[in-house]
């Protein structure tokens, strides 16, 4: 199984959120306890990091996250 992004759903954007006015983002990569997701331009999951844990799944609002 592989973590995976759906960047239709995903709020960031573009390197800023797009779902609020504040222009930041406090979900995946706070949550992630590895390092293993990052946010550039975009959100990034280094796969050599993740463990499959699932936390981001449930700290994404936006159902962008899934374990597949």
Do not use: P, Q
Not at 6 to 29: A, E, I
Not at 51 to 63: P, S
């Amino acid at each position: 199984m592989t973590i995976k992004i759906d960047y239709n759903k995903c709020c960031w954007k573009d390197g800023k959120c797009t779902s609020c006015s504040c222009g930041s983002c406090n979900g995946c990569v706070e949550i992630c306890h590895t390092g293993a997701i990052t946010r550039n331009n975009f959100v990034k999951i280094d796969k050599d990091k993740c463990t499959e844990c699932g936390v981001c799944i449930d700290a994404c609002k936006h159902g962008a996250i899934s374990l597949k």
